[in-house]
């Protein structure tokens, strides 16, 4: 079985910060990529930020110069650090990996439960 678990997030005041985490845990062969998701109510979930296994990062542009995602591989950990946070970044952050559980089975999109994120004004 393979797990993700989120953890950071809680309410903040705008121009806070707040740092995110994601664990991957389980029987776990290889990480590929993984990344940070969104979803505000009423809202589509949306992509945050990317990072391969080799650590190109690819943003979305609302958060660019404001979210750094980077990852611990030996740890099987994703991190978003996020700065001058704003009221309309409030959602609930979610954190897939692509991974494979063994040698014999192809790499899998799994997904966390997200933690929520509150952005006070």
């Known amino acids: 079985q393979v797990q993700l678990v989120e953890s950071g997030g809680g309410l903040v005041q705008a121009g806070g910060s707040l740092r995110l985490s994601c664990v991957a845990s389980?029987?776990?062969?290889?990480?590929?990529?993984m990344a940070w998701y969104r979803q505000a109510p009423g809202k589509q979930r949306e992509l945050v930020a990317g990072?391969?296994?080799?650590?190109?990062?690819n943003y979305a542009d609302s958060v660019k110069d404001r979210f750094t995602i980077s990852r611990d591989n030996a740890k099987n950990t994703v991190y978003l650090q996020m700065n001058s946070l704003k009221p309309a970044d409030t959602a609930v952050y979610s954190c897939p990996a692509d991974l494979a559980p063994s040698v014999l089975r192809p790499s899998v999109r799994y997904w966390g439960q997200g933690t929520q994120v509150t952005v006070s004004s």
């Open positions: 990072i391969t296994s080799g650590g190109t990062t």
């Open positions: 389980g029987s776990i062969f290889r990480v590929n990529a």
